[in-house]
């Protein structure tokens, strides 16, 4: 199975939301990663025909299959996608357990069964994932009763609902206490093993132990894209952590990307600083340990213009 984008464009106006995007996804969980207005959203609208794309193609490939225009397959295509927008709207005086039933009416689960057989496959498919998404006590509850991440929670319910090919989840773990968003983590990692899960996401370590890959955007160009951990290797020997005086700091801040101030635990110098720069900002500042964070930091923090200082 695979889903490729060749030199996919879209402009508002002067605006160049995505420029010749191109990549290959195969089962997995790719991560999108960038700032605002960097063209996450317009990606995800276009590969859910939501918005139409400029120019170029996105193809699908279903195992043993051929490549076929996402366009040209239509419901054929969407009825393979799961998708779960940051602000999914719900009915507020439906149950969860209504919703869900409505949202399997949509998707035509059990397409070609009886009318019991057909019944029983998606009560089945809405109890398994509402154990899943932890939310199987709540099943008959008023959707306006919720709390935000237990509708966060039923938005991903109902986009895994029907076992889609793709799974395009926008912000899933938004609002969700760590616990959770341990649980949904876990969950999604484990359901792209046979499923190409694409992720939007402004909290990094959400994805960084579960991606296969990480694409990078910015101002709609794809910066870097690479497994996680031959993206921490960029940032060998270029986080450093500095102790310091308390009057130090904002002297410091101008002159250098601070990714973290905390208490050092020493009285003399109180401060300590992690610090990214390309060589050893200060002889007594020590090498630390990079995380995707730092790399990310480092392509789009304030000062990554001036990174190597």
């Known amino acids: 199975m695979k889903l490729s984008f060749q030199n996919v464009c879209k402009s508002y106006g002067s605006n160049r939301a995505l420029q010749n995007f191109t990549i290959s996804m195969t089962p997995g969980v790719y991560a ?60 507020p005086n439906f149950t969860v357990e209504q919703f869900l039933q409505y949202m399997a009416v949509l998707k035509n689960l059990g ?30 509850r008023k959707i306006s009763s919720l709390s935000g991440g237990m509708k966060q929670r039923l938005g991903l319910a109902q986009a895994v609902l029907g076992n889609p090919s793709v799974l395009i989840l926008d912000e899933p773990t938004a609002g969700l206490d760590p616990k959770q968003r341990i649980t949904i983590r876990n969950y999604i990692s484990e359901i792209a093993l046979n499923k190409i899960v694409i992720i939007a996401t402004h909290v990094v370590s959400d ?37 310091c005086a308390e009057d130090d700091v904002p002297t410091i801040q101008n002159q250098y990307l601070i990714t973290n101030i905390s208490p050092s635990g020493d009285s003399e110098l109180p401060a300590c600083l992690r610090i990214l720069c390309g060589q050893q900002p200060f002889a ?26």
């Not at 019944?119 to 498919?125: G, K, T, V, W, Y």
């Not at 007594?284 to 990174?307: C, I, M, N, R, W």
């Open 111 to 140: 397409n070609g069964l009886g009318r019991t057989e057909k019944r029983s496959l998606i009560e089945r498919q809405i109890a398994d994932v509402l154990r899943r998404v932890e939310l199987d006590e709540v099943s008959d």
């Open 32 to 91: 999108l990663l960038g700032a605002n207005g960097s063209g996450k959203t317009t990606l995800m609208s276009i590969i859910t025909d939501n918005l139409r794309a400029d120019c170029g193609e996105i193809t699908f490939e279903e195992p043993e299959g051929r490549p076929e225009n996402i366009l040209n397959m239509g419901v054929r295509f969407r009825q393979r996608l799961g998708y779960m927008p940051q602000y999914p709207g719900m009915y």
């Open 207 to 243: 994805v960084e132990f579960i991606a296969k890959e990480i694409i990078l955007l910015k101002k709609g160009v794809i910066v870097d894209a690479a497994p996680p951990q031959k993206l921490v290797e960029n940032m060998d020997g270029k986080v450093w952590l500095v102790h």
């Open 284 to 309: 007594s500042a020590v090498p630390a340990a990079p995380t995707l964070e730092d790399y990310y930091l480092q392509l789009f923090g304030e000062k990554s213009e001036h990174f190597s200082k």
